[in-house]
T-cell receptor, first 116, second 115 residues
Framework: EAQVTQNPRYLITVTGKKLTVTCSQNMNHEYMSWYRQDPGLGLRQIYYSMNVEVTDKGDVPEGYKVSRKEKRNFPLILESPSPNQTSLYFC???????????????FGEGSRLTVL | QQQVKQSPQSLIVQKGGISIINCAYENTAFDYFPWYQQFPGKGPALLIAIRPDVSEKKEGRFTISFNKSAKQFSLHIMDSQPGDSATYFCAATPYSGGGADGLTFGKGTHLIIQP
């Protein structure tokens, strides 16, 4: 089954304790991206990756890191989480179409993070 | 910054009625307009999409209307059902990805269909 898998689905942590949210896709997609969803603010992009070893900042990258060492994996790293990073996080992947356009996005089921 | 403005933020419609969600954009380079549907506890999923070479696209009870001159597009849900209750996101992207992915989302509409 084609899917994007995120872990953990739920996490409560404390300020400053490093954490990693993993994301893996089994569709051989070149493009992967992380979003955070907050009430009233919709989906905001954190980082994206067009291919292995190619990453770039989205709209809200501060406080986050990513890496793309393998095509299927795109972990999101919070080096020193703060309460303003409490949010619902989504990983997404897509194939790239002719001309470089990103195609249909396939989202994971989300990771709800609470930072105390 | 590229923007897609979506309204309303929330919407309550009676079962059997028509739900209408509107989006407006500024960047004339946008030429692909998808809508994503998100059920509680799930990630968004592509619902329907349109290119600006047509003014309307229909898939079942879901229709996108597109007005290129006004830079607006809307989602109509005919005969709305309780199972349509979800959050809907419009989005836009230019054809050429270039160095950025160019995908811009609206802020979402929380739709409730009352039985």
């Amino acid at each position: 089954e084609a899917q994007v898998t995120q872990n953990p689905r739920y996490l409560i942590t404390v300020t400053g304790k490093k954490l990693t949210v993993t994301c893996s896709q089994n569709m051989n997609h070149e493009y992967m991206s992380w979003y955070r969803q907050d009430p009233g603010l919709g989906l905001r992009q954190i980082y994206y990756s067009m291919n292995v070893e190619v990453t770039d900042k989205g709209d809200v990258p501060e406080g986050y890191k990513v890496s793309r060492k393998e095509k299927r994996n795109f972990p999101l790293i919070l080096e020193s989480p703060s309460p303003n990073q409490t949010s619902l996080y989504f990983c997404a992947s897509s194939s790239r179409l002719a001309g470089g356009r990103v195609g249909e996005l396939f989202f994971g089921e989300g990771s709800r993070l609470t930072v105390l | 910054q590229q923007q897609v403005k979506q309204s309303p933020q929330s919407l309550i419609v009676q079962k059997g009625g028509i739900s209408i969600i509107n989006c407006a954009y500024e960047n004339t380079a946008f030429d692909y307009f998808p809508w994503y549907q998100q059920f509680p506890g799930k990630g968004p999923a592509l619902l329907i999409a349109i290119r600006p070479d047509v003014s309307e696209k229909k898939e079942g009870r879901f229709t996108i209307s597109f007005n290129k001159s006004a830079k607006q597009f809307s989602l109509h849900i005919m005969d709305s059902q309780p199972g349509d209750s979800a959050t809907y996101f419009c989005a836009a992207t230019p054809y050429s990805g270039g160095g950025a992915d160019g995908l811009t989302f609206g802020k979402g509409t929380h739709l409730i269909i009352q039985p």
